[in-house]
C-alpha cells in the first residue's frame, strides 16, 4: 500500500542559480542545472547549479588565496577553536530548516533529521575541544644528544571536501571541523541531490565570521567533483560515497601524490552469539542494522545467527521490523522512508529480485511500494548464505540478510569474507566474550550490544571501506602537514 503522504514544504531556498565563492553567493556561469525532487513523491521541488569549470577555478581560487594571504594565516589555534564554537551556535540556530530540508532533499524521516543540527554543532564544539594539540609543543632529542627536533604542524593547504547523500550535514561537518582548526581552506562538494542543505552551514560560517575565501561551495554532478580532485591548487580531498567513485579519487590523488582520506562502502556483519539477549537486539536493531532507511555505511545488514536460535533470530527480527513504521517522512513516528532517489529505488529493487532468485525467503517485505514516490518495504532475507549477491554487497536499502552458523570460528569467517571493513557489532550476555569476539573482526569500528559515532574516537574502514579516518585527534591529523624543524642544543 501506498503511504500517505503530506505537501512538499515551504522552504528558504528552492530553485537557485549561484555558489559560494569569497564571502559571497555568485550567479554561476553555467547554463545547466540539476533537478531536486521529494522522494516520498517524486515530485521536483528545487534545483542547483551544475558549476563550469570557470567556476571550481573561482572557488579553489579564493581557497588558495585566503590560505596564503589576509586575516586567515595569521589566525591562532585559540581564535580558530572560537570560530568553531560559534559556527555552531549558528548551526543550532538553523535547526528547524536544516531539518525541513533535509528531509525534502534525500527523505529521511524528520526522526532521523531533526537531530542533525545538534549533531553537527557537538561535532563542531568537540573538534574545538581539540586545539590543545595543535598546540602542543613536540620537542624530540635526537637519539645521539647534542641536538633536538622540533616538530611543526602546519595545515595542509586548501582542501577539497567531498559529502554524501545520505547524511550531508554531518558527513561534510566532520569533515569542515578539522579542516578549519588546523588553519585549512575549503571547497565544499556536496552531492547534487542534497545541495541546499550545506546551504545552510556555509551561512553559519558566514554568520560566524569566517573571513572571506576560507570556507567555498560548488555544486553539481561528478565532473565537478573531477575537477575539483584534479584541481592543481587542492592540497588535500576529503570524500566520503561509494568505493567505486573513491577509487577513482584514490587513483587521482595518487597519481598527483595528493593526501586523500576516503570513507566508503561496507557489509557489516552483527554477530548473534548464542547467549544474546534478543529483546535487547530488538530494542537497538533498528539504528544498528537499519538506520535511516537502509542507506548508513556502516550498518551491519548480514545478522549471523546460531544454528539453534536461527528461527527465534529469525522471528525476533521479523517481528521488530514489520512493526516499524513506514510512511510519510515529515510525520514523526515514521521509521521507514523512502530511498533516496529513483536511481537507488531501482537499485534496490534489483538486489531484491536477485535474493529471490537465488534462493532467499522473504519473511517481511521482499517488495517495491507502487508509487508514487520511491519506497522500498522494508525487508527481512532468511536462508541466506555466504555466497548469495545480497551477503556480498552493499545495498542501501532498508533489507537485511540472516544467515546461519555452526560456529563461533565459522562465523568470524563470514564476517571477515568480504572486501569490506567498516562496521560491525557483537550482540552477546557476556561482554567479556563480546570484546574478544570484536578483536577478531576485520573491520575499522565493532560495536557490544549497540553501535555508535564517537566524537573522540577514530571512525575508518579497511580495505575496500577506505583510507584515513575522521573524528578524534587522528581525524584532525588528517588535516596538517608535519614539519621537523632542526636545532643545537648545549
Known sequence: MTPSITPARTLPWTHETDYFVD??????????????????????????????????DAAMSAADRAFRTGPWPA???????????RIADEVEARAADLSTTNTMENGSPVAETAGAAANAAGILRHVASLAWWLDDDDVRPFPAG??????????????????????PINLMVIKLAPALLAGCTVVLKPAPGTSLSIRFIVEACRAAGVPDGVVNMVTGDGEVGDRLV?????AKVAFTGSTPVGRRI?????????????????????????????????????????????????????????????DEVVDTVTRTVAAAPQGDPFDEATVFGPVASEAQFRSVGEFLDSAHAEGARATTGGARVDGPGWFIQPTVFADVT??????REEVFGPVVSILRYETVDEAVGIVNNTEFGLGGVVFTADETAGLATAERMDTGSVGINFFGSNHNAPFGGRHDSGLGVEYGIEGLSQYVAYKSIHRRVG
Open 250 to 310: 584514490g587513483a587521482a590523488c595518487g597519481e598527483l601524490l595528493r593526501p586523500v582520506t576516503l570513507e566508503l562502502g561496507g557489509k557489516s556483519s552483527a554477530l548473534v552469539l548464542p547467549d544474546a539477549d534478543l529483546d535487547l537486539m530488538s530494542q537497538r536493531l533498528v539504528r544498528t542494522c537499519m538506520r535511516n532507511t537502509g542507506q548508513t555505511c556502516y550498518i551491519a545488514t548480514r545478522i549471523l545467527a546460531p544454528s539453534q536460535r536461527y
Open 230 to 234: 584534479r584541481h592543481p591548487l587542492a
Open 386 to 391: 555466504p555466497d548469495m549477491r545480497i551477503a
Open 146 to 167: 647534542g641536538a633536538e627536533s622540533v616538530v611543526r604542524k602546519d595545515p595542509v593547504g586548501p582542501c577539497v571536501l567531498i559529502a554524501p547523500w545520505n547524511f
Open 23 to 56: 564571502g559571497t553567493w555568485r550567479t554561476s556561469t553555467s547554463s545547466r542545472t540539476i533537478g531536486l525532487h521529494f522522494p516520498a513523491t517524486g515530485e521536483r521541488w528545487g534545483s542547483v547549479p551544475d558549476c563550469s569549470a570557470e567556476d571550481v
Open 75 to 85: 589566525t591562532s589555534v585559540a581564535e580558530r577553536a572560537a570560530l568553531l564554537e
